[in-house]
């Protein structure tokens, strides 16, 4: 596979189409596409970040229906997940608004959320967590947790760090949108800086967390 060279408009495009006409007849027009202006250079993007990063996952096109009220057939974004255990690593995602890129701990399984707690509550991990989330949002990423709309039974609702004693997950992204030099090999340094700066959660979440 060649180098990565960036994400052309037509990835965007193609994810654009697919919002506005989530069929079978439009993906097979389009499976082409999909392949080499998505999947192929996202593939070069992330052998290209494996050696510092680890390997990735990149997730299948089609979304699994069994369970959900609905029933398109494919997903409008194209992501991708590396972590050193489950859960728990960076993230990639392209879509018809162009790049973003985050990370953290996404699983969470209830003895991943009480250890979180526990160590969010801690004296000494609590302030070391709520500092990496800090430095992260003074740098452009956005915080999602999956909270719960209340302190979490045993905890105070004025406790200091109550905002993260609520998640149940804890990951950042930030959206670069579609920039001139996304469709240039610099969006592979764009994804690298964003991964270096979520890299103290992600240490954070394992010790802490991940089990």
Same mark, same amino acid.
């Given at each position: 596979?060649?180098?990565?060279?960036?994400?052309?408009?037509?990835?965007?495009?193609?994810?654009?189409?697919?919002?506005?006409?989530?069929?079978?007849?439009?993906?097979?027009?389009?499976?082409?596409?999909?392949?080499?202006?998505?999947?192929?250079?996202?593939?070069?993007?992330?052998?290209?970040?494996?050696?510092?990063?680890?390997?990735?996952?990149?997730?299948?096109?089609?979304?699994?229906?069994?369970?959900?009220?609905?029933?398109?057939?494919?997903?409008?974004?194209?992501?991708?997940?590396?972590?050193?255990?489950?859960?728990?690593?960076?993230?990639?995602?392209? &879509?018809?608004?162009?790049?973003?890129?985050?990370?953290?701990?996404?699983?969470?399984?209830?003895?991943?959320?009480?250890?979180?707690?526990?160590?969010?509550?801690?004296?000494?991990?609590?302030?070391?967590?709520?500092?990496?989330?800090?430095?992260?949002?003074?740098?452009?990423?956005? $915080?999602?947790?999956?909270?719960?709309?209340?302190?979490?039974?045993?905890?105070?609702? &004025?406790?200091?760090?109550?905002?993260?004693?609520?998640?149940?997950?804890?990951?950042?992204?930030?959206?670069?949108?579609?920039?001139?030099?996304?469709?240039?090999?610099?969006?592979? &340094?764009?994804?690298?800086?964003?991964?270096?700066? $979520?890299?103290?959660?992600?240490?954070? $979440?394992?010790?802490?967390?991940?089990?």
């Amino acid at each position: 596979m060649a180098g990565f060279a960036g994400f052309s408009d037509q990835a965007l495009e193609l994810y654009a189409g697919l919002e506005a006409d989530n069929s079978k007849a439009f993906w097979t027009d389009h499976k082409a596409v999909w392949e080499s202006r998505v999947r192929d250079p996202m593939q070069a993007l992330l052998d290209e970040l494996e050696a510092e990063f680890g390997p990735a996952k990149l997730f299948r096109p089609y979304r699994d229906v069994r369970f959900s009220k609905d029933k398109t057939p494919y997903k409008t974004h194209q992501a991708a997940f590396v972590g050193r255990v489950t859960g728990v690593g960076w993230y990639l995602q392209l &879509d018809a608004e162009g790049l973003l890129a985050g990370g953290g701990w996404r699983a969470h399984e209830p003895a991943q959320v009480h250890r979180f707690r526990a160590a969010v509550d801690d004296e000494v991990t609590g302030p070391e967590i709520a500092g990496v989330v800090a430095a992260l949002t003074e740098q452009g990423f956005d $915080v999602r947790g999956d909270e719960l709309s209340r302190a979490p039974r045993g905890y105070p609702a &004025d406790h200091p760090r109550i905002e993260l004693l609520r998640c149940r997950s804890l990951m950042v992204s930030r959206r670069y949108g579609a920039p001139d030099w996304l469709g240039t090999p610099r969006a592979a &340094d764009e994804v690298r800086a964003a991964w270096r700066a $979520v890299r103290p959660l992600a240490d954070w $979440v394992d010790t802490h967390v991940a089990g």
